[in-house]
T-cell receptor, first 114, second 112 residues
Framework: NAGVTQTPKFQVLKTGQSMTLQCAQD?????MSWYRQDPGMGLRLIHY???????DQGEVPNGYNVSRSTTEDFPLRLLSAAPSQTSVYFC?????????????FGPGTRLTVT | SQQGEEDPQALSIQEGENATMNCSYK?????LQWYRQNSGRGLVHLIL?????REKHSGRLRVTLDTSKKSSSLLITASRAADTASYFC????????????FGRGTSLIVHP
């Protein structure tokens, strides 16, 4: 199993550009989530999904869109990039069992917006 | 925000010493997890402790949970240089989404 994969690993955008960060998992996990990590801020939840076709907002959703058309994929879209979105983005997945289980994290995408 | 808060923010010890990190939270939880993050990498799960448990062990790791004080501690015994990393607690609350909320982390440096 590849686990959780993220692409790209690095990305530089200009202000106003849009892009999609890709996330995929091959563990048949129902739960998937996107976090951003900024220095001194820990990980903050952007959006999450509890199954295909179901998404919800986390703590910092503004400026980001998600969709979950399959169990495996959970892309994160930046609609109009801003310098405040410069961060490291992590995708995670976990299994569904009516309670919280361990999160499996991808390697991250380091995004710089100039 | 409902995130837990780790203490201390940074910890520097010698190889062979024990390292203790603490996590405090504000409201009742279903469970608490500890994760490790090596520099530039994704987070790796260490231990999950549920609200009805008081202590769990995994190798050189010992986690305690005191729900009356709303706090948890992570003890790493006989630290090694390879334990150098950031450690995060993550809490999951009743009525939530089963997606945990992460604290800001403790940065541990173990000197050889």
């Amino acid at each position: 199993n590849a686990g959780v994969t993220q692409t790209p690993k690095f990305q530089v955008l200009k202000t106003g550009q849009s892009m999609t960060l890709q996330c995929a998992q091959d563990m048949n996990h129902e739960y998937m989530s996107w976090y951003r990590q900024d220095p001194g801020m820990g990980l903050r939840l952007i959006h999450y999904s509890v199954g295909a076709g179901i998404t919800d907002q986390g703590e910092v959703p503004n400026g980001y869109n998600v969709s979950r058309s399959t169990t495996e994929d959970f892309p994160l879209r930046l609609l109009s990039a801003a310098p405040s979105q410069t961060s490291v983005y992590f995708c995670a997945s976990s299994r569904d069992g009516g309670q919280s289980y361990e999160q499996y994290f991808g390697p991250g995408t380091r995004l710089t917006v100039t | 925000s409902q995130q837990g808060e780790e203490d201390p923010q940074a910890l520097s010890i010698q190889e062979g010493e024990n390292a203790t990190m603490n996590c405090s939270y504000k409201t009742s939880i279903n469970n608490l997890q500890w994760y490790r993050q090596n520099s530039g990498r994704g987070l790796v799960h260490l231990i999950l402790i549920r609200s009805n448990e008081r202590e769990k062990h995994s190798g050189r790791l010992r986690v305690t949970l005191d729900t009356s004080k709303k706090s948890s501690s992570l003890l790493i015994t006989a630290s090694r240089a390879a334990d150098t990393a950031s450690y995060f607690c993550a809490t999951e609350y009743p009525g939530g989404s089963y997606i945990p909320t992460f604290g800001r982390g403790t940065s541990l440096i173990v000197h050889p």
